[in-house]
């Protein structure tokens, strides 16, 4: 369980850091928590000849707020943003869902860009920003666009990133102030990657209603936001909603996840 | 206040809590180099040909060059008729018989070279049909693991006769399949070793992370054709066992000899993933049982056959047999019936050879027998304490020979179990039950009775014929010039915290203050021989011959302070540390001064041998001490998810006499964490192929300190008679019960929804389908 011989070079600017990837062939790798690349690296999943720590990058470490949304550095940790400015009500949600990522010690490295650049169908990250609405900010060599969290993830451990391109920014929508989110993830044991997840938001001042499934086999499913909640959470609009994934059928998997979603259902609404 | 019964702080944790234990991977010799493992991608295959590339060739060894060197394949037969003998080679030879077997090691200046070299060994295989499953490679047609045997059955045992025709009337009749799963052990820390020849002791010294060094130096001998004194073994620091490093390891042998080959010491760290791969080695049972009861739930008789997967090979000193023949002894558990037949298979399948787990066979046993128990109950229409109670041995007929002719030893069983209900508070979930819960969950109350057999010596396992049979254990015991006592042990402790117990076991009779007691364990050049920890034995077995060692020091300190008082022998008495007789004193080391610096002043007669003793000793029945307990939880079933989550677990134990209670109860929490893993999480499968499925800690789930709740325990403290001080063994009996205990709490919870949970892990898949079944045939 030891990696292959491999540099390491963690450059101050992201100009230099798309510059890296982009002649490396696929064969360099950016890095920032190294919480779920560094397992990868160790059981020799992934065989880099160059890691490009991002984690020294400017852009990719601050948050700042604008009018209409939070924007964070996509090299911000779990931690940070578990210990974000709760009063506000998009940093609170933020929060919230930060502390529940694995526990204290993988939070202080992991970060919201690595979780999303993995893109496991588990992770936290995946269905919340795209229950959210965010956006998410790509730079490569060739320039930069923006995407949505939704679109973002093609399949498990699949996304549209180029091999040049890194997330620089996520961007999430603010919360209005009478806005709901419900978000439950089922776990066998805290800190363990969820088997089903599900997030709601109800924001009705903005209008925007979304209803995510996690845990999938592939990317997070946003369930048809023109029926109304009470009927996503039933069993057969699950079932259905899985069934093009691999989950199709798998008694056990629909009933955890119409769990998951009937409980974010009820928190967003209760 | 520090002797025997004391709840003194452990000696040892000022060290291992700072991170100042020395383990095997703090240790690095000059000129080290590494090794790493190539381990089969296949189950069952021969191997038809190695591909090595040329520049790494010098770096790489296969068993094509260890045999031309003599060294030879760990063997473990048992004595016991019938037994079919496997022959392990420390490297695959013709053969792989299971995923994760060693076929070749690499060698190299750091690990990470060492594993890019065996990414380069390609072995080309002849893929053959793996045996998976146990029941199905027990089936006659199977094909054979070992292929000059006739089937795959390493031994069968019969304990008993049938009996169907008393019992033709038995109102309750009661069968289940029960399946346990294989586990992985995970100690915190895994195996280790450095292996390195001592020139100047013209020895191979062989530092490794074990619980027995004399007996992996027994079997170095045998593997390496050395003589015993050319081989010195070193358990330093180790970080938990559990029964892991209980055995001679193939990676032991390899390295040994490797080390001898290259003339350079050498290193391997076992990492997690070996881990969970290679040694996916624990606890895989099935029983088929039919237990007869008549309408109040008395017990008439159990009928049973009992399957263990025992993996591919016998392990050393082991065996592949101990673990089901004692299923066949210990499956009555502490009650008493009249009738038993019990047949059991230790099956040879496709997978790493099983190792005697932490409460070995006592686990599955009482997870078997206590469901049958509760559904005893249930046909019967009682509680489930009430059947237990019916049926538990009671103190009167103490020390009872059970059905198996298990001599239990002492003890008030069936007031645990009266303790337990009364502590857990069964009245009050009862009425919980019936007004339910605000959250809707489902809650659930279960209980386990068992007892433990430990420390059993000559008596018990002579009649096993395996390569190892406990008798006197010795201990040394010295006082030095300063008034100082080295305690020398061949045991080895790895969590037990045996530092402190001897150091209080030595004080109890010296007086010598506990600061001033120093362990010498774990280290062949050093120590006594013995077979190690394992099996609940050091505190009874080492501990006894601590008290009987420092007994006769006190006598011999007793002769000399007669002489130096002026007194009559008989007059003299020891304690506090100082020699009394009438006004006149002197104190151990005033008498150890005189021993080494002043021997002018001894008596003409003084017992030359002095300060120094080598004591042995065994209890006076070495069948084996037997604790008991009783542990009943209280759990919340959340029937939509399958979550469940332990509201009160409570542990109401006799071990006999504590030595330190709070030693005692930490081997306690320890133990019941490990079961609650047994009971909720741990689980190695395999695929079709024979591929392990678990092979990182993400699929592997261990429970953490959330998962583990408050633990309440109350003490019962019957002396065993045939122990010094009346100790018994008790380091596995906190894992033996939860996984019973929870599986009855979690039927406890369902039972209003019609739903029967039998297999471990109790997962929420399981508890799902459980009630899905419920619901598809609802009971009679
Ligand atoms: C024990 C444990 C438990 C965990 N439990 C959970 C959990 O419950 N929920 C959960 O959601 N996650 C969990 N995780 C994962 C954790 O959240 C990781 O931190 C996260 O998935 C990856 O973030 P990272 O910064 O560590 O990324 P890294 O591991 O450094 O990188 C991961 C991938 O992202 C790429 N990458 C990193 N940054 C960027 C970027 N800015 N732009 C483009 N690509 C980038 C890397 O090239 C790599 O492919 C757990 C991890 C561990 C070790």
Redesign the pocket.
Known sequence: MKPVDFDYVKPTTLAAAVDLLAQGNGSV???????????MLNLRLVQPELLVD?TAIPE?LGTREEAERIVIG??VT?ARLEDGDTSERTQAVLAQIASG??YRA?RN???I???L??A?P????LVCTTALGAELLLVGTAGQRTVSAAEFVVGGFETM?APD???VEVRVPRLSAGSRWGYYKLCRKR???ADASAAVLVDDARGFYRCVIGATSGRPIVLDDSRPLSELAGAAAVAEALSPTALAGDAFAIQVHAAAVRRAVRAATA | MFGVGARVRRKEDDRLLRGRGRFVADIALVGMRELAFVRSPVAHARILSFDIPEQVRRQVFTWQDLEPAGVRPIRAASGLPGFKVSEQPPLAADKVRFAGEPIAVTVAATRAEAEDIASQVIAEFDELPPNVDMLAAAAPGAPCVHEHWSDNIFLETRVGQSFEKDVAAAPVRISRSIRTQRQCIVPLEGKGLVAHWDRQAEQLVLYTATQMPHIVRSGLSECLGLPLEAIRVIAPDVGGGFGWKGLLQPEEVVAAWLCLHLGCPLRWMEDRREHLVAAANAREHHYEITAYADADGRLLGVDADAWVDAGAYSIYPFSACLEAAQVGSILPGPYDFPHYRCRTFSVCTNKPPIVPFRGVARANVCFAMEQIIDAIAAAVGREAWEVRLLNLVPPEKMPFDNITGKHFDSGDYPESLRRAVAGIDLASVRRRQLQGEPDGRLVGVGFATYCEQGAHGTAVYHGWGIPMVPGYEQVQARITADGGLELRAGIQSHGQGMETSFAQVAHEVLGIPLERIRLVHGDTGLTPYSTGTWGSRSMVMAGGAVATACRRLADRLRRIAAHLLQARLEDVTLSGGMLQSGQADITIAEIARTWYLAPQLLPADVDPGGLEITAGYKPKSDHGTFSYATHAAVVAVDAEVGLVEILDYLVVEDAGTMVNPAIVEGQIFGGVAQGIGTALYECSPYDDAGQPMASTLMDYLLPGFTEVPAIRIEHMETPSPYTEFGVKGLGEGGVIAPSAVLCNAINDALKARGAVVTDQPVTPARILAALRNARAEPPP
């Open positions: 790798k950016a890095v920032a928590g190294a919480q779920s690349l560094g397992p991002v990719l996509a090299g779990h990522i694995a993988v490295r992991g970060t860009g690595g979780s650049a993995h496991d588990a992770a936290d990250w990133l391109e890194l997330i800190g363990e990657f």
